[in-house]
């Protein structure tokens, strides 16, 4: 079994940054592609960002790209995501994914292991 435990997140103005991590334990698979997700306040959960297990091939949402980057320490089993450029539209809860798989995906049905969730709030 893969924990995923996340950090990061909190509260902060347009037009900041903030970085979330995510930390998997256990029977652990380095080579996992990883992704965050998020979930705003009555919307369906949306795609953000994935990368593979060997740390390429990273993909995002339109709606984050150029200002989120994801990227990730396999020595660490570590992945993160660098916001910038924060939007009050970026508030929601952001959850960290992982696949049994090497390759990305994008839909969450494709993902096996989730982390608890982290709220992010930006504020106009």
């Known amino acids: 079994q893969v924990q995923l435990v996340q950090s990061g997140g909190g509260l902060v103005q347009a037009g900041g940054s903030l970085r979330l991590s995510c930390a998997a334990s256990?029977?652990?698979?380095?080579?996992?592609?990883m992704g965050w997700f998020r979930q705003a306040p009555g919307k369906e959960r949306e795609f953000v960002a994935v990368i593979s297990g060997s740390g390429g091939n990273p993909l995002y949402a339109d709606s984050v790209k150029g200002r989120f980057t994801i990227s990730r320490v396999n020595a660490k089993n570590t992945v993160y995501l660098q916001m910038n450029n924060l939007k009050p539209e970026d508030t929601a809860v952001y959850s960290c994914?992982?696949?049994?798989?090497?390759?990305?995906?994008?839909?969450?049905?494709?993902?096996?292991?989730w982390g608890q969730g982290t709220q992010v709030t930006v504020s106009s």
């Open positions: 994914a992982g696949r049994r798989f090497t390759t990305i995906a994008t839909s969450y049905s494709d993902f096996d292991y």
């Open positions: 256990g029977r652990t698979y380095s080579y996992s592609a």
